[in-house]
């Protein structure tokens, strides 16, 4: 119950359809199961009532919302949600990220570009702008953004790789502005993570099957030569989300099985 009495918002808490589950049901269920309330948000209603349901299958308290983070209308409205339902705002978790179409800078389209900064740092950028005032009043709050290695490490996909390292920055100005409000902020960087949204979308790019997918990818994990997990991912967030980490901010967490480590 390293949660218990705490409120939680989980953004992006849905997921892309497959054999695994993501890292925002993952970390959803887990902030659940250590005793938070849960309000879930993800773009696709449905998919985060699915997240809701199986919460409260295990008897946990959530509820769900749609939100598209590009949308400061709809970031607003369920900053609101939260308050209204659940009265206070202890922990945001922001779990939203687009890739695909990226590539070099010669090769990625200006509307590619424009789309996933769009979606990826202006929508951390907005959901954070309307819970921070509520976390403010409160005196404190813990925000994890979930960014990537693509931050730091070579990668031939431009955008992504600026969207991620901009998210970074950003959590790092919020830490040291929010410090005097009691309001901690910190990053989640993961690496190859076997969810949904990466063995699904890779396989029907690469017209490979799951499993040859999965093979490439443990083979670049220096860890066990295996990828890690959704649940990798939540417990990392659940100990910045903690009490257990009350004298942490402004730090980029690799999840990665030592890839990042590479880079010397």
Not at 10 to 20: I, M
Not at 35 to 44: E, K, P, S, T, W
Not at 45 to 66: N, P, Y
Not at 106 to 116: G, Q, R, Y
Request: proline fraction near 3%; charged fraction near 20%.
């Amino acid at each position: 119950m390293r949660l218990e009495d705490k409120v939680a918002i989980v953004v992006g808490a849905g997921q892309t359809p497959g054999e695994t589950i993501g890292n925002g049901r993952a970390t959803a269920m887990l902030f659940a199961r250590e005793g938070a309330q849960v309000l879930v948000v993800d773009r696709n209603l449905a998919s985060a009532r699915e997240t809701e349901a199986m919460i409260k299958d295990e008897g946990g308290v959530a509820s769900s919302c749609a939100g598209d983070v590009s949308v400061d209308a709809d970031c607003l409205a369920f900053a609101t949600a939260c308050i209204e339902r659940f009265g206070k705002i202890d922990i945001l978790h922001h779990n939203v990220g687009i890739g695909v179409g990226d590539r070099g800078p010669i090769e990625t389209a200006e509307s590619v570009w424009d789309k996933m900064l769009d979606v990826n740092l202006k929508g951390a950028f907005l959901t954070t702008k309307h819970v921070l005032p509520v976390m403010r009043e409160a005196g404190s709050g813990s925000i994890i953004f979930i960014s990537s290695i693509a931050a730091i490490c070579s990668m031939n996909a431009i955008a992504y790789k600026a969207s991620k390292a901009g998210m970074n920055a950003l959590s790092q100005a919020i830490a040291i502005d929010n410090a005097r409000f009691g309001i901690r902020s910190n990053v989640i960087m993961p690496g190859l993570m076997d969810t949904p949204i990466a063995i699904e979308g890779i396989s029907k790019a690469l017209n490979k099957t799951r499993d040859e997918v999965r093979k490439g990818r443990n083979k670049q994990v220096p860890l066990g030569s295996k990828m890690g997990d959704a649940w990798d991912v939540a417990k990392a967030a659940l100990f910045l989300a903690s009490d257990d980490a009350s004298f942490i901010t402004g730090v980029n967490l690799p999840v990665d099985g030592g890839q990042s480590a590479r880079i010397g």
